[in-house]
Nanobody, 115 residues
């Protein structure tokens, strides 16, 4: 198992940028799949971006070209760079780290896009 701590959320104006970070404890991070999900009020949690331990990254159509997922295995950290933010990006964002034997979630960080 890994423990996850997220940071970087906040209030930003439309068109602005934020970078979310998710730091993991434990030694399994480098061989784990990582991803970012979000949940808006009244909606189901949805996958925003994912980066398998070995393979192509995935982005939801709604964020393609605006969001970038990356990882630093030396720091056991996964990032989500969010540019050109829109009001519809407002949600609680959760990071996830998983392998076949476990799936760990961060505590969530609020992102609010509003003028």
């Amino acid at each position: 198992q890994v423990q996850l701590v997220e940071s970087g959320g906040g209030l930003v104006q439309p068109g602005g940028s934020l970078r979310l970070s998710c730091s993991a404890s434990g030694s399994l991070f480098s061989t784990s799949n990582v991803g970012w999900y979000r949940q808006a009020p009244g909606k189901q949690r949805e996958l925003v971006a994912a980066m398998p331990s070995g393979g192509n990254t995935y982005y939801a159509d709604s964020v393609k070209g605006r969001f970038t997922i990356s990882r630093d295995n030396a720091k056991s950290t996964v990032y989500l760079q969010m540019n050109s933010l829109k009001s519809e990006d407002t949600a609680i964002y959760y990071c996830n780290v998983n392998r076949l034997t476990f799936s760990s979630w961060g505590q969530g960080t609020q992102v609010t896009v509003s003028s």
